[in-house]
């Protein structure tokens, strides 16, 4: 098992980062929620989830997507479109439209002011505005809910259903037509917002009303607290008792301080650590092959789409390496401003939100030579 979560004073940002994944067998590397399996289990679709599909193991099998792009030329760029001003959730693309948690800093809604959670949702084909889902802030404060990080989970869509965690630790189902269709689906009718652009909650559980406060392993604190000691585990899930003892298969602790989900393909884990290093290490042995270092914090995770991996940094870099046990970096670029989420691949679009803003990137030029 590869642990990863931290303890942040935030719950709803402990649901948004916390990351497990399961050695089940050999090189394959599995969550919990893998017993369900996606549709599209090779990612060339819809993302419709945190990591594509069940097994959240940040892969992707999309080809023809851009290796290069400039957001201040917008070379390559599909689209771009406004977020608040500060965007941790990662994006999901499902059913024509693409959903990413922010803040209200955007006000897309003149009427709604003030700190709020917010859940956007543009369409994939063009970046038009549909709706948000609005959350009042706790009254707690930062004890529980940290001012201006606004929405950090990241949702989950099936059919015309979408889930997510607000900052408000509720666990909410909405329908992903907002109310554009004309409709007040229930059994929660009570919303106070009801115009064109606004959410249609089917239902809400409050986690903190119901349930209380989440058990989880931390390693180390959060990132306000900076870097730290960090570690890597792997553990056999088929083992009884104290599997921390029983269940070891490998302990790695080179590894700073992560709030990362690992990629894991063809018998390699990547993962990347809050000091500003990916690592590259055999899934069953814990032998590491390459560390690279990005020069600033990680918050997002690498992904590995078509043999080459992503990943963003707090300088709002974008490195692509290539896949395998020899490092070899083949582009870099930036996006203007950081780059707390991970980059998302969706039906031959890659989509990257920086602090404030949601990028569609595509490959333009063959785009223009079909016409």
Known sequence: MIWNTINRRSIT????????????????????ASSVRASD??????WPMWGGTADRNMVSNMKGLPTSWDVAKKLNVKWVAALGSQAYGNPVVAGGQVYVGTNNEGLRDPKVTGDKGILMAFRESDGEFLWQAVSDKLA???????????????????????????????????????????????????????????????WKFDMMEEVGTHVYIANGQDPEHGEGVGHMYCIDATKRGDITKTGMVWHYDKIRRSISTPAIKDGLV??????????CLDAKTGQVYWVHDMFAAIWGSPVLIDGKIYLGDEDGD??????????????????????????????????????????????????????
Request: net charge negative; aromatic share 8%; glycine share 10%.
């Open 41 to 46: 289990p090779g990612g060339t679709g819809d």
């Open 13 to 32: 940002t402990i649901l948004a980062f916390t990351a497990v994944s399961l050695l089940l067998s050999g090189s394959c590397l599995l969550s919990p």
């Open 270 to 279: 990547y993962e990347a650590d809050f000091s500003g290093f990916l690592h």
């Open 140 to 202: 707690s404060g930062r004890v529980n809910d940290w001012p201006y990080q606004g929405v950090c989970s990241s949702p989950l869509v099936e059919g015309n259903r979408l889930y997510y965690v607000t900052n408000r630790a509720e666990l909410v189902a909405l329908d992903t037509q907002g109310f554009r269709d004309g409709k007040n689906d229930g059994p929660f009718t009570d919303e106070k917002l009801k115009g064109e652009h606004d959410a249609d909650i089917i």
């Open 318 to 371: 974008v490195t692509i390496l290539q896949a395998g046990k020899t490092k070899k970096v083949l582009a870099e670029m930036n996006m203007g401003s950081s780059v707390y989420s991970t980059p998302v691949p969706a039906n031959g679009v890659l989509f990257i939100s920086n602090r404030n803003q949601l990028y569609a990137l595509a490959d333009m030029s063959s785009a223009k030579s079909s016409k």
